[in-house]
């Protein structure tokens, strides 16, 4: 089901990308998936910079919308059927952005929306959108998540 949602969307999920450091994508507990912070690929390539400097928030909302469907992609690789989410339970969204930069809820619901056209109200979520410093590689924006399986 939700892959034909996928497919009436014109969605198309990325391949999942590979841990960058000592830690796995994807852990499963007690009925929850863990997803680690997952980086914004868009046409194979990784999106970096700074909101607030050489990004705008329309290009950061893209990478969070990229960063989700890479987050749906590591469910897959751990044999996690996307039809076995119950509900999207949080979004981590940060944000690599400028001091003065404050449309980090902005930038984070490129992620959201997208579980939502997705899931419907199982990918109504709660949130947390933060402005940082750096992220690893550079990249624009990370997203982590905690979702709810099927039993």
């Not at 841990?19 to 970096?48: E, R």
């Not at 909101?51 to 989700?68: K, P, Q, Y």
């Not at 952005?97 to 902005?106: G, H, S, V």
Request: glycine share 8%; proline share 5%.
């Amino acid at each position: 089901m939700i892959e034909q949602r996928l497919s009436e969307l014109g969605i198309t999920l990325p391949k999942a990308a590979a841990p960058v450091a000592s830690y796995v994508p994807v852990v499963v507990s007690n009925g929850l998936a863990y997803v680690s912070g997952q980086l914004p690929f868009i046409g194979g390539n990784l999106v970096t910079g700074r909101l607030g400097d050489d990004i705008s928030t329309e290009r950061g909302m893209e990478a969070a919308r990229a960063c989700a469907l890479m987050i749906l992609a590591q469910l897959k690789a751990a044999d996690i059927a996307l039809d076995n989410v119950e509900r999207i339970v949080k979004l981590g969204a940060f944000v690599n952005c400028t001091n003065d930069f404050a449309d980090q809820p902005k930038v984070a619901n490129g992620a959201s929306d997208v579980m939502f056209e997705i899931f419907g109200d199982a990918g109504r979520h709660a949130r947390a959108a933060v402005g940082v410093p750096a992220l690893p590689l550079h990249a624009v924006v990370e997203v982590d998540a905690v979702i709810a399986l099927k039993e």
